[in-house]
């Protein structure tokens, strides 16, 4: 039986405002007693995409452990970090907030590490790449466990989704993941924008996750924990 967490408060920082509708979904359906406060910055993202890819720049580091903290104040039970590409910013703010933190892409690489030792790894932004790589690898040194990890970068369909094409970009990721799955034990979707393919994901050759809905799930666990 699920703990009532309606006492509970969940704060979400986003690097792209969109985000925080196209995490509604999960908040409606695993989390719907919870307060939520989001705060969305989009020159964090902007300023990703300028970077080379692996690059962050230092002042995104700085603006999420400012925000962490303005939440923290506020007294949220529990930060999620809403983007992959400067997933490292968690580690880096976890000395200076005492509120848990969670990024929202860790428990599916969690997830995905159990699986076997090849992951694919499904990308839709040249600079989420690397953040995501480093991120996979982490979970796998942690848990203890050796992986191959295959990369597939597919810009092209986040352009479709930000230009209101949302079937053309779910149709060609899914053509990505039947093709990755004949090379891998588990997949993961580095943009939590690509958890929309979820309902057309029963019945892979390989177990499939996507960050909102492990991610929320995870949240609710650490908040009926708390």
């Not at 509708?21 to 999960?26: A, L, N, R, S, T």
């Not at 907030?97 to 428990?107: E, F, V, W, Y």
């Not at 930000?162 to 053309?168: F, I, W, Y």
Request: aromatic residues 6%; neutral net charge.
């Amino acid at each position: 039986m699920k703990k009532d967490l309606s006492n509970k408060t969940l704060g979400i920082i986003h690097a792209a405002v969109f985000t925080a509708q196209v995490v509604q979904k999960y908040v409606n359906e695993i989390i719907p007693e919870v307060s939520v406060m989001h705060l969305g910055d989009d020159t964090i993202q902007r300023d990703n995409f300028k970077a080379e890819p692996g690059v962050i720049p230092k002042v995104n580091y700085f603006k999420f452990a400012t925000y962490a903290h303005f939440l923290e104040e506020a007294g949220v039970d529990l930060i999620m970090l809403g983007c992959s590409t400067f997933n490292y910013a968690v580690e880096h703010a976890r000395p200076m907030i005492n509120t848990p933190l969670l990024q929202i892409d860790r428990p599916m690489m969690d997830l995905a590490v159990q699986e076997g030792k090849r992951i694919g790894l499904l990308a839709t932004l040249p600079s989420t790449v690397p953040s995501s790589e480093r991120l996979l690898r982490q979970a796998a040194t942690d848990a203890r466990k050796e992986i191959e990890v295959k990369t597939v970068l597919c810009s092209e369909a986040f352009k479709l989704l930000r230009a209101g094409s949302p079937e053309k970009h779910n149709e060609m990721l899914l053509e990505e993941i039947d093709k990755l799955s004949n090379e891998v034990d588990a997949i993961v979707m580095a943009q939590v924008s690509m958890s929309a393919l979820e309902p057309y994901l029963n019945n892979r050759k390989v177990p499939v996750y996507n960050s909102g809905r492990t991610g929320f799930s995870k949240a609710r666990q650490i908040l009926e924990n708390l």
